[in-house]
């Protein structure tokens, strides 16, 4: 039986012990190993070197992945709805199949990312770094591409390779 007593925080051990209980999976599993179908919500993985994992099938909704190391990185068919790799090294990366609408890529180095088929609706790519990148099949609805560098990028028809200095749009 729990005690009613006070602890130095002024609240019972009772509400305490709910409060634990009740917090929610969501910050158990952010401390799970990256792995393929590994479920992290709303977990901070900033500045993480994650260089190579395999987080294919991964949910990984509105996680942060600022300045994280996530080059060479299987994000194949994971869902990063909302998620943010803002300054992340993405670098040839694979996110073939995967679901990152309004996922903000802001300032990431995605050169040589493989981005076949993956959904970018409202995403955010402003100054990011695009250059030799596959789009081939990705929904781009809505995304921001402001001063983003495309140079090399195998554009979504999977015919035409943007240009030298494409910025901001496949030229």
């Known amino acids: 039986m729990l005690s009613l007593s006070v602890r130095s925080s002024g ?15 969501a910050g158990a599993a ?21 260089t190579g994992a395999d987080l294919s099938g991964a949910t990984l909704r509105d996680t942060s992945f600022q300045r994280a190391r996530l080059a060479g990185a299987n994000l194949t068919n994971a869902n990063g709805f909302r998620t943010r ?37 409202r995403a955010r790519f402003f100054r990011a ?18 001063h983003a560098d495309l140079s090399g990028a195998t554009w979504i028809d999977g015919e035409r390779v943007c240009g030298d200095g494409s910025i901001g749009l496949c030229e």
């Open 85 to 121: 790799f803002v300054s992340a090294d993405m670098q040839g990366a694979d996110l073939t199949g995967a679901e990152m609408s309004e996922a903000d890529f802001t300032k990431a180095d995605l050169s040589g990312a493989i981005l076949r088929d993956a959904d970018f609706r």
């Open 129 to 146: 770094i695009l250059r030799g990148a596959d789009l081939t099949g990705a929904d781009l609805e809505m995304a921001d591409l402001l």
């Open 30 to 50: 952010c401390t799970d190993v990256a792995q393929p179908g590994v479920e992290w919500r709303r977990c901070y993985h900033d500045g993480r070197n994650l």
């Open 11 to 25: 609240l019972p051990l009772l509400v305490l012990a709910a409060l634990a209980v009740f917090a929610g999976p």
